[in-house]
């Protein structure tokens, strides 16, 4: 069976268990990225709680160990804590300091569990984008490369570290007064987080704890609704804030008796306590988010999509923090710059501690009306196409296309019009194109997605 080259995507590598991803084309992976990693170097693996990631590391390691790679094992872990071995030493057989030079993450995230997939970091930075279509031509081309087992790695210890280490640097939140509610949705989050709030003496209900990569009780994925209904419920009942978190715990939902807070928002309320950050948004943030921290004499910068490119992106400005609606949050303020949804949960306890009032302090923000993110379905082959070609039709749009005050084009077509924008983007992992629409009147937001999906129609003919 050939290796498909849409495994290999913008941000990570993602596919089927055993269709895909399976022993031949994840042994070439590992031998290929051990390769590019730079051959004789350190490598450590984590991995989710579907039942094929450690069959996976299996196959990985083999990969790595035939790269030359030396291999360390860190189990089942949080993506961030996959992260966090990146910044300190371990230990190994004869007790020498070793520090890792890349690590990969076997998770498929939120995706439903017949998927998998790899996060990787070399260096510290992500590993995407051209690098792994790179990568992926080269394993295409050498499909055929035999990779003898070879599944010899150090077992290496990652969340105690991770937990000393949170509970050392929030250490003043020790006997948090709230009552929190957190849905961990089966995911891997609670791999350390109750052993960090017991350490901390946080009063809190805990829901879906126990990680199972069936997710037998509701998809892992807290920017659905749907996914909230047993933890809006459980907080209503017994609990003053709450917590959820996605499949590998680098996503945040934060909820309130009133308010599902959203990434944006989120990093409205971090940003208050940090001094003339510098924040960096995607291009899905409501246009609220970038005209507040302006107003306060914070810099904002909008940007691409996706985890990768944010990293990337902070490390380039030195920006403070950055966020995706969808959750991620990335704290370089204190913190080492990548997604972290345990850390960002700390952070929104801290900042209910100082006395900052998270219901006041949205109500408060000027008003206005958004649609979720809403999905065209195309092709792979088209997707960009169709870009294309809306950004063509923007130069002479419709006579009766609302009026356009400028265009940003850092991620597909951001339209500001004169009370709002509109958004088409074509999704780095999916086949489909993303929209998303706001206004301060919701008449008009409604008229902008009319307007603009009547322009995704007149371009798809056009090919």
């Not at 998998?116 to 031509?137: C, H, Q, R």
């Not at 704890?209 to 209904?229: K, M, Q, R």
């Not at 971090?270 to 921290?293: F, H, R, W």
Request: charged share 25%; proline share 4%; with cysteine.
């Amino acid at each position: 069976m050939s290796i498909p080259s849409s495994i290999f995507r913008e941000y990570d590598i993602r596919g089927i268990y055993e269709k895909e991803l399976n022993e031949q084309s994840v042994k070439l992976i590992g031998y290929y990225l051990g390769q590019k990693i730079g051959g004789a170097k350190v490598v450590s693996i984590g991995y989710d709680a579907r039942s094929h990631s450690p069959i996976l590391r299996d196959y990985l390691t083999s990969g790595l160990n035939a790269a030359g790679c030396k291999v360390l094992d860190m189990g089942m872990v949080a993506t961030p804590v996959n992260y966090f071995s990146n910044y300190i030493d371990f230990d190994d057989k004869d007790s020498h300091k070793i520090s890792t030079d890349a690590s990969i993450m076997i998770t498929g995230s939120h995706n439903p569990s017949e998927y998998n997939g790899f996060k990787m970091t070399v260096d510290k930075s992500p590993f995407f984008g051209e690098a792994i279509y790179a990568l992926g031509d080269e394993i295409i081309a050498n499909q055929d490369k035999v990779i003898a087992d070879n599944t010899a790695k150090i077992d290496i210890d990652v969340k105690t570290p991770y937990i000393n280490y949170m509970v050392e640097q929030f250490s003043h939140l020790k006997n948090f007064p709230k009552k929190i509610v957190i849905d961990g949705g089966n995911g891997v989050a609670d791999t350390v987080i109750t052993d960090i709030f017991d350490a901390l003496n946080f009063t809190y209900t805990g829901l879906y704890l126990e990680p199972d990569g069936t997710f037998p009780n509701h998809h892992p994925d807290p920017s659905v609704e749907e996914n909230l209904v047993d933890v809006k419920a459980a907080l209503a009942k017994e609990g003053d804030i709450a917590f959820a978190y996605d499949g590998d715990a680098d996503r945040i939902a934060v909820l309130t008796h009133k308010y599902n807070i959203k990434g944006d928002q989120m990093a409205l309320l971090y940003a208050m306590k940090m001094e003339n950050p510098t924040v960096i948004g995607e291009v899905k943030c409501s246009q609220v988010m970038y005209d507040e921290l302006e107003r306060r004499g914070a810099k904002a910068i909008m940007y691409k999509t996706g985890h990768s490119n944010l990293k990337v992106k902070m490390k380039e400005t030195g920006a403070d923090l950055a966020c995706e609606v969808s959750g991620h949050i990335f704290f370089k303020h204190r913190y080492f710059g990548y997604d972290d949804a345990i850390y960002a949960t700390l952070r929104m306890l801290e900042l209910i501690q100082d006395g900052v009032d998270l219901d006041a302090e949205l109500d408060a923000l000027p008003q206005v009306f958004s649609t979720e993110e809403l999905k065209v379905e195309t092709t792979e082959e088209e997707k960009f196409l169709i870009i294309d070609k809306v950004k063509e039709l923007l130069k002479n749009p419709p006579a009766d296309f609302p009026v356009i005050v400028n265009i940003i084009d850092v991620d597909g077509v951001r339209i500001n019009f004169e009370k709002g924008w509109g958004l088409v983007r074509a999704s780095n992992t999916t086949p489909v194109l993303v929209t998303r629409f706001e206004s301060t009147d919701e008449a008009l937001a409604k008229e902008y997605e009319e307007k603009v999906n009547a322009l995704i129609r007149q371009a798809k003919g056009l090919l």
